[in-house]
């Protein structure tokens, strides 16, 4: 193994992308491996584009499991864990119900605060440079209930506690910052430091920019390692190629687990499933980017298009797409935007993909033990796009020898 065999990033997502592009610009050689040369598994393509300062409580918080638990008597609703015999899920989930509590949102939240913010500066460097649109508008956080709107000025008062820029609105104000749609709310808070983008164009640009700076894409699946001495010297794709390699960066988002057993590492991971569809000729365009609080759907502006998105179904590695669950988000988006029809939706290619759930919310990044050159990068549930950039740029640190974060240390469960 020479010093110039490639750094292999595993993984075409936004993380795998982020840490090519990071890795590669610092000089290293790099190739990507990509099994899904479709883009229909990955989570990164077709989802919201949202860049999100203002999500610094991690996913594992106080009141989720109640509301979930509420939620899994109706199947419509945003948020349904499917039951089945496995004995990874139920660890999951009593790891996810330790983590559920106001202690682990104190210990988190600067951590996850600061990630975004320099995570959202790297996007506008990253815009200039390789030439994708960043739409910097903020993003509003809309409520139909008072209930709901009483719940979000909580989380307002704690985003300004710790720097992060939130307004309460009324529905004056709401109209005021997005005045070409009408919208049925009781109010909501904005974020005006978050940001909206094209996913797929930000994609596109990543593999544009990889491709200038030397890097290499290979289609295919990793499905062995070759060891030495506790270094992997070689990866052996489904197709029999062998790739000599300095660095291994595992980036395989809700598949990530399948590829560190081959180290001997259980990584406790969920595949959070989330639908979108796009409207091509949408009835009114929203300028801002919203998150509607009742219904758990995210809503953006994409160019002339509008995506919508939302649940979240925790469901292994299960693809499929529930007419239920799909039905529930496009009525949730009518109550809120009351000039669109559900009919509006009607033949649209509906979208699914997974997101990479770890048990506390807060992502695996870092080296796993016994592997000298082994670096793990997922587990970002859905702040996969907007940390992707810090992301990248930290497993570029970690390949040339800095140390990671014991919080986010991919072997902290164990």
């Avoid at 203002?54 to 609703?77: D, E």
């Avoid at 605060?113 to 508008?137: H, I, N, T, W, Y």
């Avoid at 710790?162 to 997005?178: M, N, S, T």
Wanted: include cysteine; hydrophobic fraction near 40%; aromatic fraction near 8%.
């Amino acid at each position: 193994m020479s010093q110039r065999d490639p750094h292999l990033v595993i993984g075409g997502g936004v993380i795998g992308l982020c840490s090519a592009y990071f890795l590669a610009k610092a000089g290293h050689q790099v190739v990507l491996v990509d099994r899904d040369t479709s883009r229909r598994e990955s989570c990164s393509d077709k989802n919201a584009g949202m860049v999100v300062p203002s999500h610094f409580i991690p996913l594992a918080a106080p009141g989720v499991v109640t509301q979930g638990l509420k939620w899994m008597l109706n199947r419509r609703s945003p948020f349904y864990l499917r039951p089945r015999l496995d004995p990874k899920l139920w660890a999951w989930c009593w790891q996810f119900l330790r983590h559920s509590n106001r202690q682990h949102v104190e210990n988190s939240r600067e951590l996850l605060r600061d990630l975004s913010f320099e995570s959202r500066g790297l996007f506008e460097q990253l815009s200039a440079d390789l030439g994708f649109s960043l739409v910097k508008r903020g993003l509003l956080m809309l409520c139909r209930s008072e209930e709901g709107l009483r719940d979000e000025a909580e989380v307002a008062a704690m985003a300004n506690e710790i720097g992060v820029d939130a307004e309460i609105c009324g529905p004056e104000r709401i109209a005021e910052l997005d005045p070409q749609v009408e919208m049925d709310v009781k109010g909501g808070i904005w974020f005006s430091q978050d940001c909206h983008l094209d996913s797929e164009q930000f994609l596109s640009a990543l593999r544009r920019g990889i491709a200038e700076a030397g890097g290499e894409f290979i289609d295919g699946e990793v499905v062995d390692f070759r060891l030495d001495e506790g270094k992997v010297t070689q990866a052996i794709t489904g197709k029999g190629e062998e790739i000599n390699v300095s660095k291994v960066i595992v980036a395989g988002g809700a598949w990530s687990p399948e590829l560190v057993r081959y180290f001997g590492i259980s990584l406790p991971m969920q595949g959070g499933k989330g639908y979108s569809l796009t409207l091509s000729k949408p009835a009114e365009m929203p300028q801002l980017c919203s998150l509607l609080k009742e219904g758990r759907v995210a809503v953006t502006p994409m160019g002339k298009t509008l995506r919508v998105a939302g649940t979240m179904e925790i469901c292994g590695n299960d693809l499929s797409i529930d007419p239920v669950r799909l039905e529930g988000i496009v009525d949730s988006f009518c109550r809120f935007f009351p000039a669109f029809q559900k009919t509006d939706f009607s033949g649209l290619d509906v979208w699914s993909g997974l997101r990479p759930c770890t048990p506390d919310g807060l992502p695996y990044v870092g080296p796993i033990d016994g592997f000298a050159n082994v670096l793990v990068a997922t587990g970002h549930s859905m702040l996969g796009l907007s940390l992707g950039p810090v992301t990248g740029k930290w497993m570029a640190s970690l390949a040339g020898g800095e140390s990671g974060d014991s919080r986010l240390d991919p072997m902290r469960f164990g």
